[in-house]
Nanobody
Framework: QEQLVESGGGLVQPGGSLRLSCSAS????????MRWYRQAPGKERELVAS????????NYADSVKGRFTISRDNAKKTVTLQMNSLKSEDTAGYYC????????????WGRGTQVTVSS
């Protein structure tokens, strides 16, 4: 069964860092583009970062450029979001997703991990 499991969320002070991880199973990981989305209460879902199948194409939301870094390890079937210089507005549920690089109808979502940035 296809599964994505996020970890690494928590409470951090403004200016701090967190590292989110997403572990995949049940599908051929290295033919899936991977993304991190986030959603805060009362706000629309936002695409935070994406990475291509070989890790050589990354994109970021303007709101996180220069602070967040997405990476993947195809051998370990994991995707990571390193978040630095966190701000209160980064507080949200963060979700890992995988979408087949050609067959876009094949898309999987994790259950999410909460990130709270507060003093």
């Amino acid at each position: 069964q296809e599964q994505l499991v996020e970890s690494g969320g928590g409470l951090v002070q403004p200016g701090g860092s967190l590292r989110l991880s997403c572990s995949a199973s049940g599908f051929v990981f290295d033919v899936y583009d991977m993304r991190w989305y986030r959603q805060a209460p009362g706000k629309e879902r936002e695409l935070v970062a994406s990475i291509g199948t070989h890790g050589n194409a990354t994109n970021y939301a303007d709101s996180v450029k220069g602070r967040f870094t997405i990476s993947r390890d195809n051998a370990k079937k994991t995707v990571t979001l390193q978040m630095n210089s966190l701000k209160s507005e980064d507080t949200a549920g963060y979700y890992c997703t995988g979408r087949h690089f050609v067959r876009f109808e094949l898309e999987y979502w994790g259950r999410g991990t909460q990130v709270t940035v507060s003093s």
